[in-house]
């Protein structure tokens, strides 16, 4: 292993001797054999079953059913980057009415926080769905998705700003207060770029959770990824083949944006 | 380069820093009682003390980063505004170092000097960075421009922080314990800037532990324990006949050792 790259693994344990890499073998070649024995089981079971015949699987070779995928998936990551863009200024509101001298602000946007992290999100989506309307508030299918999954998302955003708040020093303030920088100008231009930094890593892994929460876009008939994977099920009543591709596609979107947090953080540092 | 506007170290010279009848509480501690002092135009001040003895405070409630229970202070003949925009426009006079350097970490070397004066000030960007590569090459830093303050020494950093309290043009600067956190072997270039700042007729409040320099370029030596002034005296006298006991006791466990 590299030693630029230090993890919390070298921290934990140290080096194995010679005994401890004997067991380390052993144990990887049993956990790789009933890894190996699960794949074939699982494997077998759906050819007895018939998912894997080709007219389950034969729809992806067609152009169609990709660009009906991708359409699906661009509804995706509108309403995802609609909602996160939202969430972050709501938090960042949130954040700051919390650390607010004022206390009726103060209690106001702690309930507010708390609210938004105790509801669920499917809460949030049913009262922009059957609630909104009686007041006559008509909405597109994508703010019936982006709002909701917003509102759902900012409390936590608040408190993760807030913990970045936090993690910079006082002298920071006081340095900039002693050159004459009003309180705003001192937390917008010295303390949040600071806060920032330290909390990427964790606002991507809440956009990660903004962007799955954008499934319950079926709900409102959103055309997103899961609500087409659900249109191709019905039509070609390839319900595995489908779900697989979905699954797959929304685990290399999530690990892009790991990877990209992880770059981020790294290169902050 | 000369700091200030003009050199007098007179008698008669204007008051920069008055404060008076000024009291402090944290909780139940009497931190700072009945504190009066003034420092006038060009004066250097030195404030010594054992921990503990509130000379920090006193040093933080010269620009408010510490709020005052009862008394006045005065900047420049200016009564200390509580809060806004004419407090900021004070503090700005009066500049501050600090024992923890306090540069700002996710900005350059160079940013870090010019981001006050183009924030407050209102000064264009390239005659902010013009001045203060003036002033970083005047405390022996501006190679080190382009650098984020990390990369750079403890001494280093102080005299960035020091150059960056200067591109202000304060009337007067405070110094809180500015070699406290350094590694013995930077003590001497920070001092030597200071030292050089004291020639050029900076008025100066500093808190410190370095009795030489203290001597060396101190004007009045203010003596503080249990948050009182005891002694105010010229360097010379202050440390060859110091009047209390607990100045004599604190001089003796300094030099004892």
Redesign the interface.
């Known amino acids: 292993m590299k030693q630029t790259q230090s993890s919390i693994r070298d921290v934990l344990y140290e080096a194995p001797g010679p005994k401890a890499r004997k067991r380390i073998a052993v144990i990887t070649v049993l956990s790789l054999l009933a890894l190996a024995a699960l794949a074939v089981a699982v494997i077998r079971r759906f050819a007895q079953t018939g998912q894997l015949d080709a007219r389950y699987w034969s729809i992806f070779t067609r152009y169609t059913t990709w660009r009906f995928l991708g359409y699906g998936l661009t509804g995706t990551m509108t309403a995802a980057l609609t909602a996160g863009v939202i969430t972050f200024f709501a938090g960042l509101l949130l954040m700051m009415g919390r650390i607010s001298s004022c206390k009726v602000l103060r209690v106001l946007c702690t309930v507010l926080i708390e609210f938004s992290r105790g509801v669920p999100t499917l809460l949030f989506i049913y009262f922009f769905l059957l609630v909104v309307p009686q007041f006559g508030i008509r909405l597109p299918a994508l703010w019936k998705v982006a709002l909701p999954v917003a509102i759902s998302a900012c409390g936590v955003v608040a408190e993760v700003l807030r913990s970045g708040v936090n993690a910079v020093?006082k002298?920071?303030t006081?340095?900039?207060?002693?050159?004459?920088?009003?309180r705003r100008?001192a937390f917008f231009?010295?303390i949040f770029?600071?806060a920032l930094?330290y909390v990427i890593p964790a606002l991507i892994s809440e956009l990660v959770i903004v962007l799955k929460d954008t499934t319950f876009a079926y709900i409102v008939n959103y055309s997103d990824l899961m609500q087409n994977a659900r249109v191709l099920i019905s039509n070609y009543d390839a319900l595995l083949s489908v779900y697989l591709v979905t699954a797959v596609i929304y685990i290399l979107i999530n690990y892009a944006l790991n990877k990209i947090s992880v770059a981020v953080a790294r290169r902050t540092q | 380069m000369n700091f200030s506007e003009n050199n007098t170290t007179s008698a008669n010279a204007a008051p920069i820093i008055e404060l008076s009848h000024v009291d402090k509480h944290f909780g139940s501690l009497h931190v700072l009682k009945d504190i009066s002092l003034t420092v006038k135009k060009g004066e250097v001040v030195v404030i010594i003390g054992p921990s503990g003895s509130g000379k920090s405070t006193l040093c933080r409630t010269i620009n408010r980063l510490e709020t005052i229970d009862s008394g006045e202070i005065r900047i420049d003949g200016t009564a200390l505004p509580e809060e806004g925009k004419k407090l900021a426009l004070l503090r700005s006079q009066v500049g501050m170092v600090f024992q923890s350097f306090n540069l700002f970490s996710h900005k350059t070397i160079l940013d870090n000097v010019t981001i006050a004066p183009i924030d407050v000030l209102g000064k264009s960007k390239k005659e902010a960075r013009a001045e203060a590569m003036d002033l970083l090459k005047r405390v022996g830093v501006d190679s080190q421009a382009s650098k984020v303050p990390a990369q750079l020494s403890g001494g280093q950093q102080q005299r960035v922080a020091i150059a960056r309290a200067l591109a202000m043009h304060p009337k007067a600067i405070l110094f809180d314990e500015p070699t406290s956190a350094l590694d013995p072997e930077m003590i001497g270039e920070v001092l030597d800037v200071m030292t050089s700042l004291a020639k050029d007729g900076m008025t100066m409040v500093i808190v410190t532990h370095e009795m030489n320099f203290a001597r060396r370029v101190a004007d009045r030596i203010i003596f503080m324990d249990g948050g009182s002034i005891l002694e105010e005296n010229t360097p010379d006298e202050f440390f060859s006949h110091p009047q209390t006991k607990r100045a004599q006791d604190f001089l003796n466990s300094i030099q004892a050792h």
Do not use: C, D, H, V
């Open positions: 020093p002298g920071q006081e340095a900039a207060l002693s050159l004459g920088m009003q100008s231009k010295i770029p600071q930094r």
